[in-house]
């Protein structure tokens, strides 16, 4: 089952904002992206998320989901809410989650644009109701980078380590852990 989010409740935060700051570019583009999005995925009162999902998982290896397609990844995150709670290794969610945690093993930009979501849910909503998924959201996050440490120190031990080849992984680790 893929979990349903009100695209407007999720957004309303941003747009208020961005109409009192008076920044009617910005407010015009988000307006015309939510248009665009619910146009594409034909919205009723509630998003499912299973086209964003196929689209993202379906994208070319070359296309970085963080880096091309953030306006979609952003509000999807909010879906790993029940990421431990599927038990399906081959769920939608875990695909997804197996491919943005590969891209950030290369990508500085993926990376960024992964926290800074992360980081607009902490400010823009109570912690009462973000809080749960910050919490999950922090644990694949550690997670993730302590397998991607362990995996490099083991390359080191073993003498598979190229320096020409992996620097971009220990760059893009580095930068996450610090």
Known sequence: MVPSISLFALNSSLLNRLKSENHQTKFSYYIARISALADCFCFTSSFRFTDAFTLLISLPKDTHIWCGHGDIMGP???????????????????????????????????????????????????????????????????????????????????????????????????YEVL
């Open 76 to 174: 999807l995150i909010e879906t790993f809410y029940n990421y431990f709670k599927d038990d399906r290794v081959d769920s939608p969610l875990k695909v997804l989650w197996k491919r943005i945690s590969e891209e950030m093993r290369l990508c500085a930009q993926c990376i960024c644009q992964h926290h800074q979501t992360q980081e607009m849910y902490e400010k823009e909503y109570e912690c009462s109701s973000v809080g749960p998924l910050l919490v999950v959201l922090r644990k694949l996050d550690e997670e993730r980078v302590t397998r991607h440490l362990q995996e490099i120190n083991l390359k080191i031990e073993k003498g598979t380590y190229d320096p020409d080849h992996h620097h971009a992984e220990v760059v893009s680790v580095m």
